[in-house]
Nanobody, 116 residues
Framework: QVQLVESGGGLVQPGGSLRLSCAAS????????VGWYRQAPGNQREWVAAITSRGFTNYADSVKGRFTLSRDNAKNTMYLQMNSLTPEDTAVYLC??????????WGQGIQVTVSS
């Protein structure tokens, strides 16, 4: 059983920054990929960013240039640094981990609200 726990969310003003963390109960080096999704009320789940076991990072067009995905392998933790936030970034953010056998695990989700 893989457990993922997000932290670091909250309320921030437009133009501000937040850093989300996701702590995994297993080695993230053994995963095929780790990343983030988000879901706003009334909207479908949206892919945000991912990094593969080879270190290749991808971002959705809506966040490219503003968000940065990183990982600390020793701590089994991944991070999402979010800069230049706008109200459109308001959503529940979920971290995810996919094993090398293509089994996907999800965190419980954490709220990010961008508002003045």
């Amino acid at each position: 059983q893989v457990q993922l726990v997000e932290s670091g969310g909250g309320l921030v003003q437009p133009g501000g920054s937040l850093r989300l963390s996701c702590a995994a109960s297993v080695s993230i080096l053994s995963a095929d990929a780790v990343g983030w999704y988000r879901q706003a009320p009334g909207n479908q789940r949206e892919w945000v960013a991912a990094i593969t076991s080879r270190g290749f990072t991808n971002y959705a067009d809506s966040v490219k240039g503003r968000f940065t995905l990183s990982r600390d392998n020793a701590k089994n933790t991944m991070y999402l640094q979010m800069n230049s936030l706008t109200p459109e970034d308001t959503a529940v953010y979920l971290c995810t981990l996919t094993t090398r056998f293509s089994r996907q695990y999800w965190g419980q989700g954490i709220q990010v609200t961008v508002s003045s």
